[in-house]
């Protein structure tokens, strides 16, 4: 038998940028075309600009079976990446890889699981690819923002699943942090809750979890920084 | 890829040129086996092995760079092999080659940079300088499975690599960047590897790659691959390269019982704060650990365990690394390979708030390495009065050496017994400590 595998396939893609989506003053969503770029909702890419030097991981904001690629990105102030991302025009050409990460929903348990997704800012990325991917799902999203216009996107969820907490105005859902609200809910049993943020809010989450009596086992964790 | 690439079917070699070839190798046992893979290449194409201070024809420098200390070694013997070897074809691969390939191109000192996944084909590289030919490293083909079979070894033990690469982007880690996306090799050709790497006549077989527990082809997962390897006929034991604490279950636990396969695994902890592990992006918890080693425990008590630890991770508190010296105790690792932090350019933690100062991580690895020490000993000598099965390495001075079952490094008289044989040996007495900590036995059968 031939141990020689000369078909090695590359994963470098460059993609032009279609639309910059402004969603609040220093979010933004970029859209490219998702040509034949396959992956599974919940997963992530890197992105870097044709001629820098760096890339960052994004978790895709689009659905599966979108026309789009999209990634949710939030400006960092003095952050590297962030800014340049920023000054990106339609046109420009970005460089991606991927997709990476077990991260995401298998299509056999969004059909019968009962899930809770828990997001802080942009984190909610990976759990929108995941309902625009499985419609009928049966979700809640809490989203933790700091004011009520970065629950971006927020008309595209049910009103009954999608909760946000706002600590820094009251025009949420619940006025006040995530983690707050996660203490004051009951869930069932044998709900799987999926996690992704910062890893503050994932760590008192966690902690709060455990204390409900949820094994670590039916909990799922994307940690951004 | 370039119209110049070199096809896989041209990679046939001339014998017997009178050359002779040396290698040095940093880093880990996936290193170890490329090398050894090479090794193998090489001698086959008539080149003599020899040491580097012999003045070789060739020098092939494998790197690592997963930490700052190993790119300062890997520096170091570059420029050592540069200055003793002066009219040699100095070939430097291996993962500092992907991570500072401009800057080693620059160097005069250095003939060709080649990147990891290219490495398997160095044999054509340096044949072609050799007859004249101009043949650029990128040129090469790109194929990380590409590596024959070791026939011959810097060692007795031979590592099958069964997968290369990590998605899982631990923040402090620069692997992804040097080694690639996640890639596994099919079923077929690790089967084949296996059953060729035992016909080569050895003994025992590592199974390598830079993290094994998330092999995948088609539906066939890791243990599912193990338990294929435990089945090929043969006289052969199988140790596992280390492995990530999370993706595998039950069914791997019980493959433990198959007397092929040796009860002992480098599971990575990297640290026993919950808190860093989530700052780490690590898969998994500390119940979780927990849970991983007291299964082993149950159904084999004196499993050993060893383990990775980094300290002073950015953001590391003095309870988070008390957590750390917790866990280490708990868990009783035999020993632990201490990480003190360090930057690597390009990951995320570079990133993070709160590095820790170099003082504080000194104090912290010194704390971990006498704890490991105390591990060791006691877990070492647990075995005193019971018999292991010892595949001899070397024999020095009629004194066997090698390791038992648990891993543990054996020594005792060989009394007429080869090289590459496995004997029951007694074990009798403790002796040393850390590196150089030993059991002494009688050999019985
Ligand atoms: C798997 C994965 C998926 C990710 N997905 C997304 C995503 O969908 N959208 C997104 O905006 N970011 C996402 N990130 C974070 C992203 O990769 C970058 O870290 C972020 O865009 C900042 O880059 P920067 O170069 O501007 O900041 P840097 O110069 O690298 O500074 C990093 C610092 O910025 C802060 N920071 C990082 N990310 C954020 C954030 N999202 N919000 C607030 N502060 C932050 C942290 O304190 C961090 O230490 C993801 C990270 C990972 C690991």
Do not use: W
């Not at chain 2, 001698?43 to 003045?55: F, H, K, P, T």
């Not at chain 2, 350019?345 to 991580?361: D, F, M, S, W, Y």
């Amino acid at each position: 038998m031939s141990l020689l595998r000369p078909d090695m396939k590359m994963d470098e893609s460059f993609y032009k940028v279609e639309e910059i989506r402004q969603l609040t003053g220093n979010t933004f969503s970029i859209k490219l075309p998702k040509a034949r770029f396959a992956f599974k909702a919940g997963q992530h890419i890197s992105l870097g600009i044709v001629g820098g030097n760096q890339s960052r991981e994004y978790s895709i904001y689009s659905g599966e079976n979108d026309e789009n690629l999209e990634v949710l990105v939030k400006e960092v102030e003095n952050g590297y990446f962030t800014p340049q991302l920023r000054r990106l025009k339609a046109g420009r050409m970005v460089e991606v890889h991927g997709p990476f990460g077990k991260f995401g929903m298998e299509p056999e348990n969004a059909k019968t699981g009962k899930f809770v997704f828990i997001a802080s800012g942009t984190g909610i990325a990976p759990f929108r690819s995941i309902v625009r991917t499985f419609p009928d799902i049966d979700y809640t999203l809490i989203h933790g923002v700091r004011y009520s216009i970065e629950a971006y996107d927020s008309h595209e969820y049910e009103s009954n699943r999608y909760v946000v907490c706002t600590s820094r105005d009251n025009k949420g859902t619940y006025h006040g942090r995530l983690t707050s609200y996660l203490k004051s809910c009951t869930f069932a049993p044998e709900t799987q809750f999926d996690l992704c943020g910062n890893s503050n809010m994932i760590f008192e989450a966690l902690e709060i979890l455990k204390e409900k009596g949820f094994d670590r086992d039916q909990i799922h964790c994307e940690v951004y920084f | 890829m370039s119209a110049l690439q070199i096809k896989a079917e041209d990679l046939s070699v001339v014998k017997n040129n009178n050359k002779t070839v040396a290698f040095k190798t940093l880093g880990c046992r996936l290193n170890q086996y490329e090398t050894d893979a090479l090794v193998t290449d090489f001698s086959q194409a008539g080149y003599e092995l020899v040491d580097y201070n012999a003045e070789p024809d060739v020098v092939i420098v494998n790197t690592c760079t997963v930490t700052n200390q190993s790119d300062q070694k890997s520096r170091s013997v570059i420029s050592q092999t540069a200055r003793k070897a002066k009219n040699a074809v100095v070939v430097v691969t291996g993962c500092m080659a992907n991570n500072f390939k401009q800057k080693l191109e620059s160097q005069e000192n250095i003939t060709f940079v080649v990147e990891n996944n290219r490495k398997s084909s160095i044999l054509t590289l340096v044949d072609a300088h050799f007859s004249g030919e101009i043949v650029h490293p990128d040129q090469l083909p790109q194929d990380v499975f590409r590596y024959q079979p070791v026939r011959k070894s810097l060692h007795t033990r031979s590592a099958v690599k069964i997968q290369d690469g990590c998605d899982n982007y631990c923040t402090f880690c620069i692997i992804p960047m040097v080694r690639g996306r996640a890639t596994s090799r099919p079923v077929a050709e690790v089967l084949e590897s296996v059953r060729m790497t035992v016909e080569n006549g050895f003994k025992e077989l590592v199974i390598t790659g830079v993290n094994i527990g998330r092999y995948e082809d088609g539906t066939v997962r890791f243990e599912d691959l193990l338990s294929m390897i435990l089945e090929v006929p043969g006289d052969f034991r199988v140790r596992i390269s280390s492995l990530e604490p999370d993706g595998f279950g039950d069914e791997f636990v019980k493959l433990f019982a198959h007397p092929k396969l040796m009860p002992h695994l480098h599971l990575c902890l990297q640290s026993g704060s919950d808190k860093t592990l989530l700052r780490m992006r690590r898969m998994y918890d500390l119940t979780q650990f927990r849970r991983t080693i007291k299964k082993f425990r149950d159904v084999y008590p004196e499993f050993n365990f060893t383990t990775d630890v980094i300290v002073g991770f950015p953001g590391e508190t003095d309870e988070e690394f008390e957590q750390t010296m917790e866990a280490v105790a708990e868990f009783n690792f035999s020993h632990v390979h201490t990480f003190k932090y360090s930057v690597r350019k390009g990951t995320r933690a570079e990133r993070l708030e709160n590095h820790v100062a170099e003082k504080i991580k000194v104090a912290r690895s010194l704390s971990v390495r006498e704890l490991s020490v105390k591990n060791q000993i006691s877990y070492f000598a647990s075995f005193i009065g019971k018999t292991q099965d010892v595949l001899i390495e070397k024999i020095t001075n009629g004194i066997a050496n090698g390791y038992g079952q648990h891993y543990i490094p054996i020594r005792f008289k060989a009394s007429g017994a080869q090289k590459n044989t496995v004997h029951s040996v007694k074990l009798t007495e403790i002796i040393g400590d850390d590196e150089d900590c030993y059991l002494l036995g009688e050999i019985i059968a």
